[in-house]
């Protein structure tokens, strides 16, 4: 089974800042990586498809890149709608998610 | 408008069995793959079972292979996950997912299984 490990658990972040969390995968993926957005109590958001393709209707502040184990999800800066948990997700064999990224207000 | 509406989460005990429902509108289910994801309580999401258009194809993930079966029925447009020998790890709001180029693109609200005495 492939394992999706996420970096860091948590960031503590303001508005306007840029941001990047990290996604390794346990073996290559190619460039089959997905990046959700959750908000407590709502189901995840596509944000980003194919490592770094983005999701119809997506701010263009998001972007994604990397490719065979490696990944990143970049915002550029920082909105105040932007403070949640953040997922990344596998789908070369199956599905497998990392653990999440929690942006909070600093 | 796609709708997935997950149904028949409640409180069951440690070893009980519970069957839930994922309904399903606004496209033509019988063409699509789905999936359920689970989340527990304040933790991350975690895939549970894939099931192809026709239903002949079914994939598990390690944590719930031979106790939790995916099954569906097109003629009712409705996604099924039959669980069985349940733990209080598996106590957790669960979702059914349409899949769209490979991807959860639409998500239901999710229906929360407590597992507990």
């Known amino acids: 089974d492939i394992q999706m490990t996420q970096s860091p658990s948590t960031l503590s972040a303001s508005v306007g800042d840029r941001v990047t969390i990290t996604c390794r995968a346990s073996?290559?993926?190619?460039?089959?990586l997905a990046w959700y957005q959750q908000k407590p109590g709502k189901a995840p958001k596509l944000l980003i498809y194919?490592?770094?393709s983005l999701e119809s209707g997506v701010p263009s502040r998001f972007s994604g890149s990397g490719s065979g184990t490696e990944f990143t999800l970049t915002i550029s800066s920082l909105q105040p709608d932007d403070f949640a948990t953040y997922y990344c997700q596998q789908y070369n064999s199956l599905w497998t998610f990392g653990q999440g990224t929690k942006v909070e207000i600093k | 408008e796609v709708q997935l509406v997950e149904s028949g989460g409640g409180l069951v005990q440690p070893g009980g069995s519970l069957r839930l429902s994922c309904a399903a509108s606004?496209?033509?289910?019988?063409?699509?793959?789905m999936n359920w994801v689970r989340q527990a309580p304040g933790k991350g999401l975690e895939w549970l079972s894939y099931?192809?258009?026709?239903?002949?194809?079914?994939h598990y993930a390690d944590s719930v292979r031979g106790r939790f079966t995916i099954s569906r029925d097109n003629a009712k447009n409705s996604l099924y996950l039959q669980m069985a020998s349940l733990r209080a790890g598996d106590t957790a709001v669960y979702y059914c997912?349409?899949?769209?180029?490979?991807?959860?693109?639409?998500w239901g609200q999710g229906t929360l299984v407590t597992v507990s005495s």
């Open positions: 194919k490592a770094s």
């Open positions: 606004g496209f033509s289910f019988s063409t699509y793959e």
């Open positions: 997912a349409k899949v769209e180029q490979q991807l959860p693109r639409n």
């Open positions: 073996q290559s993926i190619n460039s089959w």
């Open positions: 099931i192809s258009s026709t239903g002949s194809t079914t």
